[in-house]
């Protein structure tokens, strides 16, 4: 299969219409990362995206809405997308509130599931995850067309792409179509948010950390890593967001001493001119994340700059952590740490 970037224009737009509607599979800009989308009530489609990811069936996938399809719990259990019987009242004011504030954008809610919604979209799961992305070509998309079941559109275990050119890399000869809505803007994958107790948890930090969405929702919102025993998101599984090279990870920028030569290094910020002249004798190649160490830039540089770090021909890689552990600092961290564990 030849695979073809169009840009998103008007005619890019319908042809990926053309294409969905005849269930095949596009890749679609997002305002987090590219995501692989299909019809998400068209089994032949989803099996596709699985196919074409090689990612593990037990890994669900997260439906995509319109936004007007995605104004608030009532509308989605009208849909016949959620149960709304099985949210308490409580939560469900809650969950309204953050629908209200965030979406469209970079938030996931896993909910208690309508039978309606395809096992393979949730793996078999009692819950579904929801999101109305931002971007105006997935806004235009959605508005024309049905729910889109969309993963992020890398082979599993890999890098999310923040561009179509990340796209053509992990999946040249597997799609059809990608529509090229430029880089993302935000860069790291959605915030998800599941119900737990009387309470939220968030199964995956993103740009929407867990201070705004207790301030938000007015309940409490607890980090998945309390309860490590349990793998509710794969996106939680130890090691995801891997590049290819071994991957060492400092804070402390003194740790360079030990750099050995023809390695790959993600910075935060610049470095000193010593600093500098010392990676330049080590043939080091640099990945400069932001000029003044701003996390939203990082966020939105992080995976192209690891990708061409990947690609490149280099001994090893090292990255600098952000170290506030709070807010996108806590996004970026999670990302990476998974990036530079063991392989599994
Ligand atoms: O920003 C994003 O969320 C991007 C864009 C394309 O929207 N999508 C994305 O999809 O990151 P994916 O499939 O790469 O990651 C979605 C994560 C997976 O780790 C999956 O396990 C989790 O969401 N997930 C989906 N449905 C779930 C459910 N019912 N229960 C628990 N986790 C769920
Ligand atoms: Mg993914």
Same mark, same amino acid.
């Given at each position: 299969?030849?695979?073809?970037?169009?840009?998103?224009?008007?005619?890019?737009?319908?042809?990926?219409?053309?294409?969905?509607?005849?269930?095949?599979?596009?890749?679609?800009?997002?305002?987090?990362?590219?995501?692989?989308?299909?019809?998400?009530?068209?089994?032949?489609?989803?099996?596709?995206?699985?196919?074409?990811?090689?990612?593990?069936?037990?890994?669900?996938?997260?439906?995509?809405?319109?936004?007007?399809?995605?104004?608030?719990?009532?509308?989605?259990?009208?849909?016949?997308?959620?149960?709304?019987?099985?949210?308490?009242?409580?939560?469900?004011?809650?969950?309204?509130?953050?629908?209200?504030?965030?979406?469209?954008?970079?938030?996931?809610?896993?909910?208690?599931?309508?039978?309606?919604?395809?096992?393979?979209?949730?793996?078999? @799961?009692? #819950?579904?995850?929801?999101?109305?992305? /931002?971007?105006?070509?997935? $806004?235009? !998309? +959605?508005?024309? &067309?049905?729910?889109?079941?969309?993963?992020?559109?890398?082979?599993?275990?890999?890098?999310?792409?923040?561009?179509?050119?990340?796209?053509?890399?992990?999946?040249?000869?597997?799609?059809?179509?990608?529509?090229?809505?430029?880089?993302?803007?935000?860069?790291?994958?959605?915030?998800?948010?599941?119900?737990?107790?009387?309470?939220?948890?968030?199964?995956?930090?993103?740009?929407?950390?867990?201070?705004?969405?207790?301030?938000?929702?007015?309940?409490?919102?607890?980090?998945?890593?309390?309860?490590?025993?349990?793998?509710?998101?794969?996106?939680?599984?130890?090691?995801?967001?891997?590049?290819?090279?071994?991957?060492? @990870?400092? #804070?402390?920028?003194?740790?360079?001493? /030990?750099?050995?030569?023809? $390695?790959? !290094? +993600?910075?935060? &910020?610049?470095?000193?001119?010593?600093?500098?002249?010392?990676?330049?004798?080590?043939?080091?190649?640099?990945?400069?994340?932001?000029?003044?160490?701003?996390?939203?830039?990082?966020?939105?540089?992080?995976?192209?700059?690891?990708?061409?770090?990947?690609?490149?021909?280099?001994?090893?890689?090292?990255?600098?952590?952000?170290?506030?552990?709070?807010?996108?600092?806590?996004?970026?961290?999670?990302?990476?740490?998974?990036?530079?564990?063991?392989?599994?």
């Amino acid at each position: 299969m030849s695979t073809q970037i169009v840009c998103s224009d008007p005619a890019g737009i319908e042809a990926a219409l053309s294409c969905l509607r005849a269930g095949q599979l596009v890749a679609i800009p997002t305002e987090t990362v590219y995501g692989l989308a299909g019809n998400a009530f068209e089994p032949e489609a989803l099996a596709q995206i699985f196919a074409a990811k090689e990612r593990p069936h037990f890994d669900p996938l997260i439906v995509h809405l319109s936004a007007v399809a995605g104004q608030s719990l009532g509308d989605l259990a009208q849909q016949q997308l959620i149960d709304l019987s099985q949210i308490p009242l409580p939560q469900q004011h809650a969950l309204n509130r953050l629908i209200a504030y965030f979406w469209p954008g970079p938030m996931t809610l896993v909910l208690p599931r309508h039978q309606r919604v395809p096992d393979l979209v949730t793996s078999g @799961l009692d #819950t579904v995850g929801l999101r109305v992305p /931002a971007h105006p070509v997935a $806004q235009a !998309l +959605l508005a024309a &067309s049905f729910p889109l079941a969309a993963p992020s559109a890398n082979r599993f275990g890999r890098i999310s792409p923040t561009s179509a050119q990340a796209v053509y890399a992990e999946l040249a000869g597997r799609i059809p179509l990608i529509l090229d809505g430029g880089p993302c803007a935000v860069g790291l994958e959605s915030s998800i948010i599941g119900l737990q107790d009387q309470g939220l948890v968030l199964l995956r930090p993103g740009k929407i950390c867990a201070d705004q969405i207790e301030r938000v929702s007015g309940l409490k919102c607890v980090p998945a890593t309390a309860h490590p025993a349990e793998v509710r998101a794969p996106g939680m599984l130890k090691s995801h967001y891997a590049p290819r090279q071994d991957l060492r @990870l400092f #804070t402390d920028r003194s740790e360079l001493q /030990a750099l050995a030569p023809r $390695q790959g !290094l +993600l910075l935060l &910020s610049p470095l000193d001119s010593a600093l500098l002249s010392f990676c330049q004798q080590k043939e080091t190649q640099l990945e400069i994340l932001s000029q003044n160490g701003d996390l939203i830039e990082v966020s939105q540089h992080l995976f192209a700059a690891l990708r061409r770090l990947d690609q490149a021909d280099l001994a090893g890689l090292w990255a600098e952590l952000p170290m506030a552990e709070a807010g996108l600092a806590h996004a970026i961290c999670d990302r990476l740490t998974k990036a530079a564990a063991p392989k599994n």
